[in-house]
C-alpha cells in the first residue's frame, strides 16, 4: 500500500503543485489575507484544484503512455515504467478529480463551477486541444486564469480584469518558452509531443516576444488603472520587479537553454526565486500600507 502512495504521488507531479498558488492572487490583492475565513477559503480551494490537476496528470500519463515510453525522460514515470498499474490509477484519478469537484460546491457554490470548468477544459485538453498549434497555448492559459477566478470566487471579491489579462498572458508566455525549450532542447522530443511538429523555433521565438511584452504593457497598466490598487500609483514601484523576472525568465530558456519544466525553474533559480519573492513582499506591502 505504501509503494502505491508514493508512486501515485509521483504521478501526480508534485513539481506541478506551485502553479495553483495563482489560486491566492485574489486573497492577496483584495487584502482578504487579513481575514482568517477568506485564508482557510482560498487555501481550501488552492488544495482542490491541485488535487483535480494531480489527478488529470495522472489521466494524461495513462492516455499518452506509449507516447511517454518514447521520451528520453518522461519514459521514467511510473505508468510508462510499468510501475503503476494503468486501471488503478485512472479510478484513483477519476476518484480525485470527482471528489474535489463535489467538494468545491460545498465550500462554495460559484467555486464548484470554476472547478467543473477546469475539469472539462483539462478534458478537453488532453483528447484534442494539446494536438492542435496554437490552441494547445491558449488551452494553458486559461486554466489559469480558471484557478485565478475560482480563488476569487471562493472567497466571493470581485478582482480588476486586468489581473485576469495579466495571469493569462504571463501563463501563455510561459507556455510559448516552454514549447521552444522542447523543441529546441530535444528534438526527439517530437516522439511523445506531436504538436511540436507543428512549430518552428523562429515562429516560437517570435511569440516570446509578443508575449513577453504584451505581459509587461498589460502589468504597467494595471498599477495604475486598476480600481482597487493605491490611488497615488505606488504599486508601479513593483514593474521593474516584474520587467526583472520576466527578462531573466527569457535568459535562462535562450541563453541557458533551460525551461523545459518551468516548475523547477521558478522554484529553483536564485533570480526568479528572489524577484518573487521581492515581488509579493512589496505588493503586500503598497496594498496594506499605501492605500
Known amino acids: 500500500m505504501r509503494w502505491f502512495v508514493a508512486v501515485f504521488l509521483v504521478s501526480t507531479r508534485p513539481r506541478q503543485w506551485s502553479k495553483n498558488l495563482v489560486v491566492l492572487s485574489a486573497l492577496l490583492f483584495a487584502l482578504e489575507f487579513r481575514d482568517g475565513g477568506s485564508v482557510l477559503l482560498a487555501v481550501g480551494a488552492m488544495l482542490l484544484f491541485t488535487v483535480i490537476s494531480g489527478g488529470h496528470y495522472v489521466l494524461n500519463d ?11 525522460t518522461k519514459r521514467h514515470r ?11 490509477a485512472t479510478g484513483a484519478a477519476f476518484f480525485m478529480i470527482l471528489t474535489s469537484t463535489v467538494l ?24 484534442w486541444l494539446k494536438h492542435i498549434v496554437v490552441l ?10 480558471l484557478r485565478a477566478a475560482g480563488g476569487a470566487l471562493a472567497i466571493s471579491v470581485a478582482i480588476s480584469p486586468w489581473l485576469y489579462i495579466c495571469t493569462f498572458l504571463l501563463a501563455l508566455f510561459l507556455a510559448v518558452s516552454k514549447r521552444w525549450a ?20 523562429d515562429f516560437l521565438r517570435t511569440l516570446i516576444v509578443i508575449t513577453v511584452t504584451s505581459t509587461l504593457i498589460s502589468y504597467t497598466l494595471y498599477t495604475f488603472s ?13 514593474v521593474p520587479i516584474v520587467l526583472y523576472g520576466l527578462l531573466r525568465y527569457v535568459y535562462l530558456v535562450q541563453v541557458r537553454g533551460v525551461g523545459e519544466a518551468p516548475e523547477r525553474l521558478l522554484l529553483e533559480d536564485r533570480g526568479i526565486l528572489a524577484s518573487s519573492a521581492l515581488w509579493v513582499l512589496m505588493s503586500g506591502a503598497i496594498l496594506q500600507f499605501a492605500a
Not at 511510473?78 to 488503478?88: D, H, K, N, Y
Request: glycine share 6%; net charge negative.
Open 78 to 88: 511510473p505508468i510508462a515504467a510499468g510501475q503503476l498499474s494503468r486501471s488503478i
Open 104 to 127: 468545491g460546491f460545498v465550500l462554495a457554490w460559484p467555486l464548484g463551477i470554476a472547478l467543473t470548468s477546469y475539469v472539462l477544459l483539462q478534458v478537453m485538453y488532453t483528447r
Open 226 to 238: 486598476a480600481p482597487n490598487l493605491p490611488a497615488n500609483h505606488s504599486m508601479m514601484l513593483t
Open 182 to 201: 522542447e523543441l529546441a532542447g530535444q528534438p526527439s522530443a517530437q516522439n511523445s509531443r506531436p504538436v511540436l511538429g507543428t512549430y518552428t523555433p
Open 136 to 145: 494547445d497555448l491558449l488551452a494553458i492559459s486559461v486554466g489559469f486564469v
Open 62 to 72: 495513462v492516455i499518452d503512455v506509449a507516447l511517454d515510453q518514447q521520451h528520453p
